[in-house]
């Protein structure tokens, strides 16, 4: 079946910092894949999202490409805020599991001052 | 503006009894979806429906019940026979059974007491 696996946090950065979260999956066929981000008590909303091989999700100055030679969607982000501390799911849907969304575990970040 | 309303925020419920946790949405979205995630982990599915009366078990649906009489809600019973029903709740929808992407509720948080 499909899986998605996270970088294991928490992950600790300072202001201005460079930002990976890897990301691989493993699905057969093309599923679409996406970031999501949960601040504390709230549920989550999606960051970016990619449909195709090669493509590139961005927002908010987060980016991730859909690679298929590695099966991976890793998020980054050049410069991060302490506004960016939050948790971070990448998933992926596929139409041949009904579209359901499978996640992986979640990336807890903090950002420092 | 359209979106996805979850109530109550927090919730206690007493053991042995069952809870009643809302779920509406106003987006005119077919799919909805009932997820559960306790601390530091990642999101499982319980439940979900791509059509009016009609819905699936997700993962981990023992314990749970959900009705779809309407396209704008879903409801989710949390019955006596879940054994740890204290975790946050999710409910999110899609327009097309999840290609484009969730929209997430802003989640309960039921606690046994």
């Known amino acids: 079946g499909n899986s998605v696996t996270q970088m294991e946090g928490p992950v600790t950065l300072s202001e201005e910092a460079f930002l990976t979260i890897n990301c691989t999956y493993t699905a057969t066929g093309y599923p679409s894949l996406f970031w999501y981000v949960q601040y504390p008590g709230e549920g989550l909303q999606l960051l970016l999202k990619a449909t195709k091989a090669d493509d590139k999700g961005s927002n908010k100055g987060f980016e991730a490409t859909y690679r298929k030679e590695t099966t991976s969607f890793h998020l980054e982000k050049g410069s991060v805020q302490v506004s960016d501390s939050a948790v971070y799911f990448c998933a992926l849907t596929q139409e041949t599991s009904g579209s359901r969304l499978t996640f992986g575990e979640g990336t807890q970040l903090t950002v420092n001052p | 503006d359209g979106g996805i309303t979850q109530s109550p925020k927090y919730l206690f419920r007493k053991e042995g009894q069952n809870v009643t946790l809302s779920c509406e949405q106003n987006?005119?979205?077919?799919?909805m979806y009932w997820y559960r995630q306790d601390p530091g982990q990642g999101l499982r599915l319980i439940y979900y429906s791509q059509i009016v009366n009609d819905f699936q078990k997700g993962d981990i649906a023992e314990g749970y019940s959900v009705s779809r009489e309407k396209k704008e809600s879903f409801p989710l019973t949390v019955t006596s026979a879940q054994k740890n029903p204290t975790a946050f709740y999710l409910c999110?929808?899609?327009?097309?059974?999840?290609?484009?992407?969730?929209?997430f509720g802003s989640g309960t948080r039921l606690t046994v007491v």
């Open positions: 987006l005119n979205h077919d799919a």
């Open positions: 999110a929808s899609s327009i097309d059974g999840g290609s484009y992407g969730y929209t």
